[in-house]
Structures are given as structure tokens and as C-alpha cells.
């Protein structure tokens, strides 16, 4: 694509967020498709063959060449990441979550068992404790 077109601050501010969104979540659903690793709280079904799996793969890739066109043509922003921010973004993430799963946070669901307050909390706090070691 040779051609280049001028919009308005406004609409290139806005294609630019909508592409860099819809290149994260390629990349993302790639990833899934790629790995089809399983966690400890998380199972990834297969339930789709390879031959989907590769023909998504090659479509997410294409959408993305696209993607990297339309940026030129529009004139687009890249985001510039920094690999410290988001790991302190999703550290102050994590932290809020697992705080509020703290036994006294959640009384909202319902009397929170008293013989398992201590012990409960203990691990919560644990895996604070441990997810607090993630450094930049």
C-alpha cells in the first residue's frame, strides 16, 4: 500500500487505539492457539482440529500484515510498551485482586467460616507474599 491518507487527529487517535487492540488480542488468541498449555485453575479444551488451528493461525497472521499496512497508509501511532510499567501495572493488579480475597473482604458473600479464617488468610497471604517478588 502506497498510498497514504490524512485523517484527523481525532479519527487516526481513534484507528490507531483500535488497532492496537485488535493486534493484542491476534496476538493473544496466537498465543492460545499455539500453546494450548493448561494451569492450575485454567483447562484449554481441545475442541477444534489442527487443521482449523492452522487455518486461524495463518488468517491471524494475515489480519496482522493488514493491520501493519493500514498503519502506514493512516499514519498511525505505534504504542511504545515499557516492559516495567506492565509488570507493575499487573503486580498492583495481582495485589488488589488477591487483597480482596482476603476473608474479611469477602463477607459480602456470606459469614466467612471462622475455623478456616486463619489458615485461609495464611495463604492468601502467602501468595502475596510470593507474587510481590515479580521485579522490574
Same mark, same amino acid.
Given at each position: 500500500m502506497s498510498k497514504k491518507i490524512q485523517l484527523s487527529e481525532n479519527h487516526t487517535r481513534t484507528l490507531s487505539s483500535s488497532l492496537i487492540v485488535v493486534d493484542k488480542s491476534l496476538s493473544e488468541l496466537e498465543d492460545m492457539l499455539l500453546k494450548q498449555s493448561n494451569t492450575c485453575c485454567n483447562i484449554i479444551l481441545k475442541d477444534v482440529d489442527d487443521v482449523i488451528i492452522e487455518d486461524n493461525i495463518s488468517a491471524?497472521? =494475515?489480519?496482522?500484515?493488514? %493491520?501493519?499496512? /493500514?498503519? &502506514?497508509k493512516y499514519g498511525t501511532s505505534k504504542e511504545n510498551l515499557s516492559l516495567r510499567r506492565i509488570i507493575n501495572a499487573k503486580r498492583a493488579?495481582?495485589?488488589?485482586?488477591?487483597?480482596d480475597t482476603l476473608s474479611r473482604k469477602?463477607?459480602?458473600?456470606?459469614?466467612?467460616?471462622?475455623?478456616?479464617?486463619? =489458615?485461609?488468610?495464611?495463604? %492468601?497471604?502467602? /501468595?502475596? &507474599?510470593?507474587?510481590n517478588r515479580i521485579n522490574c
Open positions: 491471524i497472521h =494475515e489480519a496482522q500484515r493488514y %493491520i501493519c499496512e /493500514l498503519a &502506514e493488579k495481582i495485589w488488589e485482586i488477591l487483597t469477602i463477607k459480602g458473600y456470606g459469614t466467612f467460616p471462622k475455623k478456616y479464617t486463619e =489458615e485461609y488468610d495464611a495463604d %492468601i497471604n502467602k /501468595l502475596i &507474599e510470593i507474587t
